[in-house]
C-alpha cells in the first residue's frame, strides 16, 4: 500500500534539503546536502544555481519513481534575498549573486538621493539599509553596472520562486519573498514601492500571489500540484501560527537568528531600523515586526577558532553542559560590552569557558533584539526552533536574559518545510492539521 505524501525542498545557504511528510505531518524521510560555491564574474562567493537546479529535479526524479509513495503536491521553502534572472527562453541569465557582496557606494547614492532618503525609503519598505540584502537592490545594480547584462533579464525570481519554476515552469512572486528587507514593497500602500514603478522593475516581475496558492503542476509523468515556493522565515511561522491561539513571538534560528511577532503591527520607527528591525509579510500578506542577528554565522566561525586554538573536534560544543555557577558569574560580571570575536582566547583557560563567553556574546545581542519588537504588543511566551533551540547553554542564558517572559524550545521537526507543506494543506490532504504538531520545553 502506498503512503500520501508532500515533497518539501528546504533550501539554505549551507544545508539543501529534501523532505517527505505524511498526511499527519509526520517527517517520513530527510535527506541533507552540501553543494560547492562558485563565484561569480567579480570573483565573489555565491550559490551554484545550474548544481542546485540539478539537485532538485533529480531528487524529484527519483522520489517519483518510488512505487511505496504517493507524491500528492511538491512545495519549496527557501532563503530570500536572492534572485534568479531569466532571459527571453527562460534560460538562467546571470549568476546567482550573494547577498552578502558589497552595494556599490555611488550606486547606494545615486538611488537614494533620487528617492526620497535612507529614512524615507527604509520606514516606507520596512527595510532596514542592508545593501545587496535588500534584494531589490542588486536588480538596481544591474540597471546601472551592467546595463548589457539587465537588458537580456525577462524576468527575476525570487529563490523560492524560481525553484517552483524549475518544478513547474510557471512563474510567480511570493508576497513572503517580496516583504522581505527587499526595499521593493510599500508597506503603507500594500503594493510595489513607487520607485519599483519609475524603475520599470514591475514589469520584471511575474504576477504576485500569496504563499497558500499552487502555481502549477510537476511535468512528470503525473501531474502534480506545486505550490508557489515561500521565504523560509516566514514558512517557519507557519505551524505556530495554526497551533498557538495566544500572542507569542517566535525566534528562529540557523544562520540568521530572526525574531518574529505576529501580533505586533505598530509602525516601525527610525530608532528600530537603525537597529535591524523590518517588517516580513506572512505568507497571507500580513505584516509581521522582526529583528535579525547574523548569529548562527558567528557561532559557526567562532567554534572554528576555539576548536583551533583549544586542539578539539568541530562538534565539541555539544557535549558541553550548562555550567550554571559559572554562567552566573559572567552575567553578573559587569564586563565590557566587547564582541567575543575581539576576545584574546590565550586569557581563557578552556574551551568550555571560552564557549560559555561565545554564547553568553550571542545572547545578550539576541535579548536586546528580541525586546525591540515586543515593544507596542507584548507577548508572555518565546519559542525558539531551529539549531539554538537544542542548544542547553543558549536556552538557559536566552532565559535569564528574558526574565518575566516563557522562553520554550520547540521540537518541531524541519519548521520551514512544515510550514511549505501546511500553507497548502487543503490541496493535497483531506485530513485536519494535526494538534500535537509542536512539542515544547520550558527553560
Known sequence: MTVPVIVIFDVGKTNKKVLLFDEQYKLLQ????????????????????????????QKLAEILSRKDIDVKAVNVSAYGASFVHLDEELNVDTPLYNYLKSFPEDLKKQFYDNYGGEDQIARETASPLLGSLNSGMQLYRLKYAKPEVYKKI???LHLPQYLCFVLSRKLATDISSVGCHTNLWDFAKNDYHLWVYKEEFDKKFAPLYSGNKIIGNTRAQKAIPVGIGLHDSSAALIPYLYSIREPFALISTGTWCITLNPFNHTELTDEELKQDCLCYLSYEGKPVKASRLFAGYVHEQQVKRLSVHFQKTADYYHAIECDLPFLHQIQTSGEPPARFSESNLADIDSY??????????IVKQ???????????????????DGGFAKNNIYMTMLANALPGLEIYGSTISQASALGAAMAIHKTWNNGSLPADIIELKRF
Open 30 to 57: 530527510e535527506e541533507s546536502t552540501q553543494l560547492e560555491e562558485t563565484t561569480d564574474e567579480d570573483g565573489f562567493a555565491c550559490e551554484d544555481v545550474h548544481a542546485l537546479t540539478r539537485w532538485v529535479e
Open 154 to 156: 525577462k524576468y527575476s
Open 352 to 361: 568550555e569557558k571560552a564557549y560559555h563567553h561565545l554564547v553568553w556574546d
Open 366 to 384: 539576541q535579548a536586546k533584539l528580541t525586546n525591540l519588537v515586543l515593544q507596542g504588543a507584548p507577548v508572555r511566551k518565546i519559542f525558539v
